[in-house]
């Protein structure tokens, strides 16, 4: 499963953002535990801040003017939030940049880690670290469906339930394309699916 999950995504060619727009820059990693049946590591953040506050998310943020690049950023947030030491992340790739409500472009990086590790996750910022087994969204047990108009097209994203959290948004779309290109799941956000569906 390991060595098939880094070839797939290491022959991943991502979408780019068809904008003439700037957007300021940002980064989120998502972790992927090495075992035979992977998770993702996702957060859910504090429910005081000013922007995704309560939601859930991959650990992330903006591009500090004094990072090299995006994956340092991916990597300097997520030891930020959850205590992630860089070391421990082997990143395989990219997947498409996307841009988020705020007006941030948004690259994701997928990274491998150990089976466990011990997060430490700072409080001011997230509420809790939790993770789910990659193989959950392989059927896209999608709870429904939220429309979000991007890029001057209806984008029509899962909104998944796993346990106490809800998984939508920003971080469906990704975690979509993931699963689409690991396990050649076929789910298409171009059109209406799955249970109560939003027009």
């Known amino acids: 499963m390991l060595e098939e999950l880094l070839r797939r995504i290491g022959n991943h060619v991502p979408l ?10 940002a980064a989120v990693l998502i972790p992927l535990t090495r075992g035979d049946n992977p998770e993702m590591i996702l957060t859910l953040r504090a429910s005081g801040l000013s ?7 991959f650990p992330g943020g903006r591009r500090d003017p004094e990072d090299p690049d995006l994956v340092f950023t991916a990597l300097r947030e997520a030891e930020e939030e959850i ?23 948004v690259t994701p990086f997928v990274g491998l880690i150990p089976d466990y590790v011990e997060y430490r996750p700072n409080d001011a910022e997230i509420a809790a670290v939790f993770s789910v087994p990659l193989a959950f969204f392989r059927e896209d047990p999608r709870e ?3 429309r979000i108009d ?3 097209r209806s984008c029509y994203v899962p909104s998944y339930r796993y346990e106490d959290y809800k998984i939508w948004g920003l971080t469906a779309i990704m975690i979509v394309e993931l699963v689409n290109v690991l396990y050649d799941a076929g789910i298409d956000m171009s059109r209406p699916s799955g249970p ?3 027009p």
């Open 150 to 152: 991007y890029q001057g």
């Open 144 to 146: 429904h469906t939220h």
């Open 51 to 57: 922007t995704h506050g309560g939601e859930v998310a």
């Open 196 to 198: 109560f569906s939003v």
């Open 16 to 25: 780019t953002l068809e904008t003439d727009k700037r957007f300021p820059e």
């Open 83 to 105: 205590g992630l030491p860089p070391g421990m992340v082997e990143i395989v790739g990219p997947l498409s940049p996307l841009v988020s409500r705020h007006g941030l472009q």
